[in-house]
């Protein structure tokens, strides 16, 4: 079976965004591994409007519910402990914690010994974010220092989207101006929130909540080519 790394912010109380855990998670488990990490390591912090958010969503409660899930999350290791080379995919979920600790965090940008993430982009593995998941990739570069973004398709939260969310003066940055600002060719759905998925060969993204699901499963096809 095929690998997968989940990374999760430890940002609390900004934390991680529940349905973008879920959805690609329930895509996903019946066909490759996942691993759970985070900065700090073992129960990176949800995001506690998200759980009421979805408090009726079916995949959302399942999760926070699941045995095998919550072993996951008190077993996550931290970013310091994984090693690139035992996945075949890396997939950073949203909320609002990973602007504020994984777009800085060396060890994410390193990620182990193994080099940067791009790295692990340049050997041929997945790299995919949803959301806010986008601003983990913000410090990524090649041994240039050229952005992961610089020059491809990619889509992430949107500024409107932050607006009506009231939060644009709650973040350190917006991700859709910095994914602009080094370089990525940004698009959006037409109207926000809508679902939207964009693939660019192993860069794989998706631009809020409800993107999560066709983002996982998109993963999944990358995976079994
Ligand atoms: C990027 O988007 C443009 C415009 O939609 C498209 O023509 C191009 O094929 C895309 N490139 C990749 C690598 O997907």
Redesign the pocket.
Known sequence: MPSVLFVFSSAAPQGWYLPEAAHPYYVLAPHATIDFTSPNGANPPVNEGSVQMYEKDQESVKFLADETVKAKLANAKKLSEVSAKDYDAIYYIGGHGPVFDLAVDPENIKLGNEGSNFFFYQSGKIVSAVCHGLAALVGVTDAQGKSIFAGK?VTGFSNVEEEILGTTKEIPFSTEDRIVSLGG?YTTADKPYEPKVV???LLLTGQNPGSSSPLGEEILKALQK
């Open positions: 398709n060719k693939v660019d060969g």
